[in-house]
């Protein structure tokens, strides 16, 4: 099992130094007192240590063991179901819940650092309370009260998760495929039908009832995605004080054999007459899942920053110790056989890139989840639409780049492993198969390339682009840089100059070649990846560097600027090629048809 | 189980087209008889039936159940026995075989056809023949003639297997770190103890007896790689008749447990006094290893152009089959309530990659293994050195870059699978838990690197290079191009020019900075192999459009030539990236000391 401890003194880096928490959180009523360093540092503590002593020892236990389904009954691996109880007795579920349901009331950035931490330590684990807060959020936002009451106040306890159940075997990313039926009954419940597969935590034994979302159709329901509602199917009907009654008709007909996340439940759902009551309009069940799946691809997003830091950990814990050749430009350790190989430049090159990831990655998704909370929080119509605006920006880059770089970075970690990356007991390579979900689920890479050139870029004519580079300005005006931050800003100022004029380009294709746009899409989702991992590394070498002349002896801060170096120096160069690649030719990627893709 | 045929077409088309086969064998008498087109595609059906028949259903089968021990007794899984004497009495193991000993004496490009097929069909399987094939280019090539009569026979037959033993736990790369210990008894023997890690096909049921090629210290030996010497061990002694005898002291102590190819025994070998002969000089075991290694290494690559077949094979029939959305410039399919997905532009692009690395790698494999069979079989000793030149710096080239490609490749079958990708049975997640081995053995991508950059291109001064090039300049002086061709010759022109430069400025900073050198090896292994892919795209384009204006309707050049195009305009620019980070400044690479990688 690969070497991890909580990387706190980073998080503490991004909540303090770059968010300014406490001033941000100060400006909102419901957050002024919550988001506190000491309360925020108190929780992250205990979350550290559930993480690191309770669900790290069952992370390669829950690989191997997985989850086992008789009759409909899902057993998950050997302390899962402890584990959780301690999860609710520390009140985990409760802390982003609407306070009049008993929740904490706490803003997404607290539970998104906690949720890095649990991703890091057990990935399967971590996806039972991931998918519960999917549930919670879409209950929170659309549902009756008379719903909140029955459950969100058991979602939020946590004594009942829930699930999102969505996906069927031939409607994936294309929802408006879906057949699953909802017909009405007198009393004013539905009657699901259908089968739903890839549900995630679909069924389990940590909770005493589980409470499915469910997308359906109601009978004469228009074709294709206007025509899907959503409703509220619990595991257990509830009688009329809320308490469990008998089992609602869904039931687990089979487990998925995946490549990982073997210790989550994957499930096929049958629904034969399950009572499900509507929530939300008519109809307009997807636009109502838009807030839920914005929370799952930023949920995403963490998962991929969880295995670049892990993937970071192991690999760099190896490094140190494992011997192999000598240094290149000389001996190193005289002393034994060989010198260790984190001296090697290949070595270092993929450890750095790792490093560079993960804390880009930490620094990018909490800096998100600020938008989610002033979205939330404001009350000023300008600051809301700024921050939904960044949101529906950022949001696909996240999910997309930093999964990608997860799966690029537990890579690398198996490569400084050697052959003993491909060994289940090193835990390398269970990292590579539990993160190569999280460019798959909740829209692959490629569509949220395709959402994030077509529907936001060119959707807004540009506009959402030029809100975040407007701020990325304002950022290089009042930052000038010394020696050391110099190269960096103006490395930056480039990036961000060719990140526009690309954009320009594709928004002239529009009316001439729209297959040019598409071609250029995952290309383009890469390019913006890197060019906001400049802002945000720029920022934070400005911020260590301005400690460092303040006289700062806290070896920290000269390492976030050596590592912001190695981001200009040796990362950002890849944006030549996604620029190469967003304006070449596309002739080619049309030009045959599928009967001559292959001759046998 | 993804779907699978052999190319056979466009194995067909590298042999004839691409090499000239018959042409270029005929001026050896060992080969002129045996490399007709006849009896070539004779074999390659006879292979391709046997694969798809026997090996291709065993192989989800073998990733399942794995292979088991007890007692140092291993099990293959349910029909890997069968198949492998199926494999026996069609001939195969002898095929390359020296003729003295019972061999076929084929020349290695139809061995390397076939094994890309086995490799495609079961890689697992495919490693049993595979390291056969080392322990038998071994003995061949250091054996005496008592050691060949007495082993390479029953190697050659098939009736035996063969392995090769040299990591141990704590020496991959750097085997002069090996402790396992050989002392002479009187008869002339020696015994061997030590322990062996990684020893794929090390034991199993297939065969009579394992011959073991084992790399071990003789007393007082020099310290590191200069006191290494090389010894036959086999499973079972031999009687006086050449007969087996009683076990020999070599048990299997336990199979690894790993990401992939489960239905590959990797064992961990005790040696307690095992009984062993020396093959080769004392204390030159690296340098007779070299041989294998160079062979092991192609077969390596082998399997990454396996990779990329399958996995592009398997994408390509969901992509036709599977609806999702309509394509962005208008509706495809008007009958159907989506389009199929080959129509967006994300799928094609991962598809058109999949086929450029899959027919590209297949070009670089057969073109690199004429050159083995070259040096084995010219007596001219201007061309024997000439084809050893390109083999020392091919190699490496194409070990590295084709099993990146397959892992690449893989990736995109199951990102165009979407979340179908990472369940088991549709086969996607196996070809990429798989490939995931061959970045790693025999010699890492990042070793390879350095292989390359220092000991191949630096060792020889740039030599090495020009040679190929010039190869690739005089085909540019002999192909001047029409309008399709031109821009890709062009372009092809370019990338050597550059490959040249870069390679020049890199020797020059050996004298002042080789730190430089080793952050540039792994930039610098990826810009040759897309460089030498370019040369071989161009080729094969050349060919095909000579073919089309010769009057051909054969569909296949059309499409040859598209996908040329696809790889100039669509994947080159790769190599923009690559060049940047070769010259790119590398100080934030060495900045950091170990301590500072770090802070909890």
């Given at each position: 099992m690969p070497s991890y401890t909580s990387p706190l003194r980073d998080i503490n880096f991004v909540f303090k130094d770059l968010l300014g928490f406490e001033k941000l959180y100060a400006k909102y009523p419901q957050s002024k007192d919550k988001m506190t360093s000491e309360i925020v540092e108190q929780y992250l503590e205990v979350a550290s240590d559930f993480c690191e002593n309770e669900l790290l020892p069952l992370n390669a236990i829950g690989d191997q063991q997985g989850c086992k389904v008789q009759n409909g009954i899902v057993t998950t691996p050997d302390g899962f179901k402890e584990a959780y109880q301690k999860y609710v007795e520390l009140g985990f579920p409760s802390l982003t819940g609407n306070e009049e349901y008993g929740g904490q009331g706490f803003p997404s950035l607290l539970w998104i650092a906690i949720s890095e931490i649990l991703t890091s330590t057990n990935w399967a684990w971590g996806m039972y309370p991931g998918l519960s807060h999917g549930a919670m959020s879409t209950i929170e936002s659309h549902g009756t009260d008379e719903q909140k009451e029955k459950y969100l106040t058991n979602l939020i306890s946590g004594i009942w998760t829930g699930t999102m159940c969505l996906t069927e075997s031939h409607a994936g990313s294309d929802l408006g495929l879906i057949r699953t039926k909802a017909v009405p009954n007198q009393d004013g419940s539905y009657s699901i039908t259908g089968e739903k597969i890839f549900?995630?935590?679909?069924?389990?034994?940590?909770?005493?009832n589980i409470i499915h979302i469910v997308l359906a159709r109601l009978p004469d329901a228009p074709l294709g995605t206007k025509g899907i509602s959503l409703f509220i199917v619990p595991k257990f009907n509830l009688d009329t004080d809320g308490n469990i009654a008998e089992r609602n008709?869904?039931?687990?007909s089979a487990l998925e054999h995946k490549m990982?996340?073997?210790?989550?439940a994957t499930c096929v759902l049958n629904f034969d007459n399950a009572k499900g009551f509507l929530i939300g309009p008519e109809n307009r069940g997807l636009n109502c899942m838009f807030t839920f799946m914005n929370a799952a691809r930023i949920g995403t997003a963490i998962q991929g920053l969880a295995a670049s830091e892990t993937a970071y950990q192991g690999a760099l814990t190896y490094a140190k110790e494992r011997l192999a050749m000598r240094s290149i430009s000389g001996i190193?350790?005289?002393?034994?056989?060989?010198?260790?190989?984190?001296?090697h430049a290949p070595v270092r090159n993929m450890l750095l890139t790792q490093k560079v990831f993960a804390e880009g990655s930490r620094a990018l998704a909490y800096y998100l989840s600020t938008y989610v909370d002033i979205a939330d929080l404001s009350t000023d119509e300008l600051e809301q639409k700024n921050a939904e605006d960044k949101l529906a920006l950022l949001t696909p880059i996240a999910k997309a780049f930093m999964t990608e770089l997860g799966v690029e970075s537990a890579k690398h970690g198996m490569q400084v492993f050697g052959g003993h990356g491909y060994i289940s007991e090193h835990g390398m390579e269970q990292i590579a198969r539990d993160v190569r979900i999280s460019t798959l689920y909740e829209g692959t890479t490629e569509i949220q390339a395709v959402d994030l050139l077509v529907r936001k870029i060119i959707g807004s004519k540009g506009n959402l682009l030029l809100l975040l580079t407007d701020e990325i300005k304002n950022f290089l005006n009042m930052n000038q840089g010394n020696n050391i931050t110099q190269p960096m800003l103006s490395k930056l100022e480039q990036v961000v100059n060719q990140w526009i004029d690309l954009t320009e380009d594709l928004q002239n294709k529009v009316t001439n070649n729209l297959d040019e746009v598409g071609a250029a899409a995952v290309d383009y989702l890469y390019f913006s990846g890197y060019a906001v991992f400049a802002y945000l590394w720029a920022k934070m070498a400005v911020i260590a560097q301005e400690k460092i002349e303040q006289g700062t002896k806290d070896e920290f801060y000269f390492a976030k600027v050596s590592t912001a170096q190695f981001y200009f120096e040796r990362i950002l160069p890849r944006t030549l090629m996604h620029a190469a690649l967003i304006q070449a030719n596309s002739d080619s990627l049309y030009s045959l048809s599928p009967e001559l893709f292959k001759f046998d």
């Open positions: 549900i995630s935590a679909g069924e389990h034994d940590l909770s005493e008709g869904v039931v687990c990982g996340i073997h210790g989550n190193k350790n005289p002393d034994l056989p060989a010198d260790p190989i984190i001296v």
